[in-house]
């Protein structure tokens, strides 16, 4: 068995490059490995617990979230703060109403197991949106909204699915309360994580470890921590993680990068683990009493729900009627709903599956479909840029205490002054260091009359506040 896990773990990692040759969403190949070792294909793995699901996949979303909201910069943030916090609750309610509505017309479901199905699929796939991003070099403000938006809309259809489940439970109180909550929920998961992320910056300054795996092993306990107490507080968890990330993300501590590089790897296994454990929860050959009503769904959820929201979400927004179509059709599904999806299961709702396999299958149609066409969609609109160098070597300054100064890195732009100038004539500050340079692949150590070329790779060396000017003074074209 253990020897069998193997082979799935290092066929899981080679299938991120056939995914990204493809220009497929990641979590299609590990779907796809669940399903083949589960019960329907090779009968590996029977797994049929909802149940379990949830619990296991409650706990890797925290951290995935918690990720999502760390790699969030803050300069990223400011910019489409407005259009994509919008379209994270607004414009995952308007597709929710929206969907949910046609749902219950077309289909006679009750109202209300219309607006659950509607819920569990109206949010966005950070994971495949940073991927498709990550390969189609699109245009900064259209891809940071997608970004953003994609981070950030998970907890608004948490929340929404639980909403409607509780109401079809009958465990669900009075309106006022219920409206009380959900406020509290949004307003006390920002604040409970803003508290959280200031504990964590002082509990990381007062460790004072040698061993950096201590740093990573906190990482976890502060990640943990704001979850359990907001949980207990009444407030969001999800919202709580996602902000203390983006803080923390954005703030100076000791050992971030080693913590950075250890949330990106457990990240990483978090995603491959749910993904295949999803696809192991899934019977396909249920799909063929399904498929119908979910290529309904995920058609009226593309071709009508997606858009009418996105478009009412952007009007206080500056975006041409060719950017708003784009963001329409990057509104890919993903782990969320498919999680989600287990929620009626485990409250009893679905007893038959239906909802289940319809999320399944028609997440699974998202992903093919807008997942393999929002690249060519980008060059086709024009909104495709030209693709930065990327250096095949990192060089990091990995520091156990808390410091200003960090590394960072700098690619030289074509029209930039600085090509063919000296080093020793950048004026840069007699506070910044150029500590090494990747040209053509190859690392060259630099000396005060090394010349810059275009397309250059800098590592330097510098105060965290200087930053900025400094990449203005080396490309001011």
């Known amino acids: 068995m253990i020897l069998f896990i193997s082979f799935v773990i290092i066929l ?49 979303l925290i951290f995935i979230i918690f990720d ?98 509780q109401i079809a439970t009958s465990a669900f109180e009075s309106p006022l309360i219920a409206i009380l909550k959900l406020i509290w929920q949004f307003i006390g998961g920002v604040f409970i994580g803003f508290i959280c992320y200031r504990l964590s910056a002082i509990v990381f300054k007062k460790l004072n470890a040698d061993n950096r795996g201590n740093y990573n092993v906190l ?22 993680v996602f902000f203390m990330g983006y803080w923390l993300g954005n703030s100076h501590f000791p050992a971030k990068k080693s913590v950075s590089s250890f949330l990106e790897s457990i990240s990483v296994i978090f995603n491959m683990a749910l993904f295949i454990m999803l696809g192991l929860l899934s019977f396909p050959h249920r799909f063929i009493y399904i498929w119908k009503e979910a290529i309904i769904i995920v058609a009226v959820m593309m071709f009508v729900a997606r858009p009418l929201a996105v478009f009412l979400s952007t ?25 989600l999806a287990t929620y009626p299961l485990a409250a009893g709702i679905d007893n038959n599956g239906f909802i289940f396999d319809s999320i399944f299958f028609a997440v699974f149609l998202s992903c093919l479909i807008q997942g393999t066409t929002l690249g060519p969609l980008s060059k086709l609109l024009s909104f495709t840029e030209k693709r930065k160098k990327v250096s095949p070597h990192t060089v990091e300054l990995h520091s156990l205490q808390s410091s200003e100064i960090d590394m960072y890195e700098i690619t030289v732009e074509e029209n930039s002054k600085s ?30 009359h090394t010349k810059i070329d275009a397309h250059d790779i800098l590592f330097i060396l510098a105060q965290s506040s200087k930053i900025d000017g400094i990449i203005k003074s080396i490309n001011n074209a």
Do not use: Q
Not at 83 to 105: E, R
Not at 233 to 239: K, P, S, T, V
């Open 12 to 60: 899981a990692m080679m299938s991120t490059k056939l995914s990204a040759k493809l220009g497929l969403p990641l979590l299609i190949g590990f779907i796809l490995i669940g399903i083949i070792v589960g019960s329907d294909v090779l009968n590996i793995f029977y797994f049929d617990n909802a149940v379990l699901t949830k619990r296991i996949a409650d706990i890797l």
């Open 219 to 240: 990482i976890i306990g502060c990640i943990l921590f704001t979850y359990g107490i907001s949980d207990l507080l009444g407030a969001n968890g999800i919202i709580s």
């Open 315 to 339: 009007i206080p927004f500056k975006y041409s009627l060719k950017e708003k179509c784009f963001i329409m059709w990057g509104g890919i599904k993903g782990a969320v709903p498919i999680v």
């Open 419 to 448: 090509i063919n100038v000296p080093i020793s004539e950048l004026n840069l500050g007699k506070d910044v260091l150029i500590s090494s340079i990747v040209r053509d692949g190859k690392i060259i150590l630099p000396k005060g």
């Open 68 to 165: 999502g909201g760390f790699r969030v910069t803050r300069d990223e943030f400011r910019s489409v703060a407005g259009p994509s916090l919008t379209l994270a609750t607004l414009g995952v309610a308007l597709t929710s109403g929206v969907l949910g509505l046609l749902i219950h017309f077309i289909f006679k479901f009750d109202l209300i197991y219309s607006l659950i199905i509607s819920s569990i699929i109206s949010s966005t796939d950070a994971a495949a949106v940073f991927m498709i991003n990550k390969s189609n070099p699109i245009k900064t403000r259209l891809a940071t909204t997608l970004n953003v938006e994609s981070a950030a809309n998970d907890p608004m259809a948490i929340l929404l699915t639980i909403t409607f489940i």
